[in-house]
């Protein structure tokens, strides 16, 4: 039987397990991944990519690329609520996010004050073949489609996995240093470590239907993310998949009523489609049929030895807020730098505990968030915060005192929010901050900062860590006039803030400290040796 080694091992290849193959890429550490299907997803499902989402397809070279697969998209606009699509003027109709919130509440906050991106419209059909066509093109992965996993069991020094060729019955060992389990809601991984899911309710079981048939005339001028549908005949949602001829209706059946997805043959769904579009005589073409639970779940642990759940296997949640994929993907994208870390040998194993740490407090508010969409119960919604607002609370944070803001947008460089977005001028170039992120720590300091440079270059060398540390100004690295980045991260112009890999502020002194070099080793150590 055919043996192979591979420091990370990645289990599902939808858009968790693609990013973060992505994110394993950008860190110059090889993979193998594992999708039991033929290819990517030919379902459309996650259709909305947030603001932090868009940041990391940013900084990982696909932002354009996304947009360009979800630009049959970009004309739609909200949800609205209809008896029938035909015959209803839909021009008339009050829009609103698919959140639930007015419009213009949404799209005023979204500005450059948050971040140089926007959120974008891009079906995972849609969105899976760009991750993986990159990541195929940097070729630092082995990529195994239509092939599963059979069995895993872990030792001391890694993860031993069997999988299987599903075309040729092919069979073959593979040792991991580490393992991630991005293999969905049901997941395998998941089940066989024992994991249980925390019960945050049933929101609804659901038929998502993909059908063909073209409504571009009845749409045109009028496009939509989503319209509800009211007719008692045929209740549900119709989803926009490229606003002429591709769409998903989904619907509600009731298993406590004894039923089941076997209850909705082709001709039954035919059927329920027409009455909800109102053209009895609509040629109507079914492309697939799926089943899916609206709940609310989260695992109870993210972590178990050398193996990692992320995605869907760690979280589910309602659709509503559009939070699923997203936490997902930056699940992927908080763990790939950690597991990069440690494989360079530049952190101790010890730092990966900070991934549960900082990653399951965020899905579940992220999911409570989508509860209240749903149930309209009392309770104050945060529409970005699960986005973009969320502050990480954990051993790879230096946590300042009395500064846990969990309830309010705020990007203002407290440690464990995600550093802020200023445009400034690098080597003559407008680029955001946020653009120096991604692949090492960063070190900012301000206009009267040069002794941090110093540091930071004498730290770097002494601990074997890379560290790009760059002065801020009217005349420093980074060009940024008016004080802006003193007011934008809280600091004086002596000071200094210290950026994760992630773009997550890690430590910031607001003013100056005598000793820079012990100040700066100190706060390595807690975030990547020792944890204290």
């Not at 973060?20 to 860190?27: S, T, V």
């Not at 089941?260 to 329920?272: G, M, T, W, Y």
């Not at 109507?284 to 193996?307: D, F, K, M, T």
Request: glycine share 10%; net charge negative.
């Amino acid at each position: 039987m055919e043996k192979t080694k591979t420091p990370v091992f990645i289990v599902g290849g939808g858009l968790v397990g693609l990013t973060a193959a992505l994110c394993l890429e950008k860190h110059k550490i090889p993979y193998l991944l594992i999708e039991r299907h033929a290819g990517t997803s030919i379902h459309p499902r996650a259709n909305g990519m947030n603001i932090r989402t868009m940041e990391i397809f940013r900084e990982l070279g696909i932002e354009e690329e996304i947009r360009a697969a979800g630009k049959v998209l970009e004309k739609s606009n909200g949800a609205i609520e209809a008896e029938v699509l035909a015959g209803t003027d839909l021009s008339s109709l009050k829009r609103i996010a698919p959140n639930g919130h007015e419009l213009e509440e949404v799209i005023g906050k979204i500005t450059e004050e948050i971040s140089p991106v926007i959120g974008c419209a891009c079906s995972q059909d849609q969105s899976e073949p760009v991750l993986l066509w990159k990541a195929q093109e940097l070729g630092g992965g082995d990529f195994r489609f239509f092939t599963e996993l059979i069995s895993f069991e872990q030792t001391n020094t890694g993860v031993q996995a069997l999988i299987k060729d599903r075309k040729t019955g092919r069979e073959e060992t593979i040792f991991a240093e580490y393992m991630i389990a991005a293999d969905g809601a049901k997941s395998q991984v998941r089940e066989a470590l024992g994991m249980e899911f925390t019960d945050g309710g049933s929101f609804g079981h659901h038929i998502n239907i993909y059908f063909q048939a073209d409504l571009s005339k009845l749409v045109e001028g009028n496009e939509f993310i989503v319209c509800n549908i009211t007719n008692p005949e045929s209740p549900g949602h119709i989803i926009a998949v490229n606003n002429k001829d591709r769409w998903c209706f989904h619907v509600l059946y009731h298993p406590e009523r004894g039923e089941s997805p076997k209850d909705f043959p082709e001709e039954r769904c035919v059927d329920l489609i027409r009455k909800a579009i109102g053209l009895p005589n609509l040629n109507v073409s079914i492309l697939s049929v799926l089943p899916w639970e609206a709940a609310s779940r989260i695992a109870s642990h993210y972590q178990v030895g050398r193996v990692f759940l992320a995605g869907d296997a760690a979280h589910v949640m309602p659709p509503k807020g559009a939070y699923g994929a997203n936490t997902g993907i930056q699940d992927a994208h908080n763990l790939a730098w950690k597991l990069a870390a440690v494989l360079r040998g530049e952190a101790n194993p010890v730092i990966l505990a900070t991934y549960e740490q900082e990653r399951k407090p965020v899905a579940q508010f992220a999911a409570d968030q989508s509860v209240l969409y749903v149930t309209r119960e009392e309770g104050h919604v945060h529409s970005l915060i699960p986005a973009i607002g969320y502050q990480y609370q954990s051993d790879a944070i230096w946590t300042e005192e009395n500064s846990i803001i969990q309830d309010k947008l705020i990007l203002n460089g407290v440690p464990g929010k995600r550093a802020p977005h200023i445009w400034c001028l690098y080597q003559g170039e407008r680029i955001s901050t946020i653009d120096l992120f991604g692949k090492n720590f960063v070190l900012f300091t301000g206009d009267k900062g040069e002794k941090w440079l110093d540091a930071a270059a004498r730290v770097s060398s002494k601990l074997g860590i890379t560290l790009h540390a760059y002065q801020v100004g009217d005349d420093g690295d980074l060009v940024v006039t008016d004080n802006k980045w003193q007011e934008a991260y809280g600091v004086s112009s002596e000071g200094a803030v210290l950026i994760r890999p992630d773009g997550f502020v890690a430590w910031r002194s607001k003013e100056e400290v005598e000793n820079k070099e012990e100040t700066l080793k100190s706060v390595f150590h807690q975030i990547l040796f020792d944890g204290s």
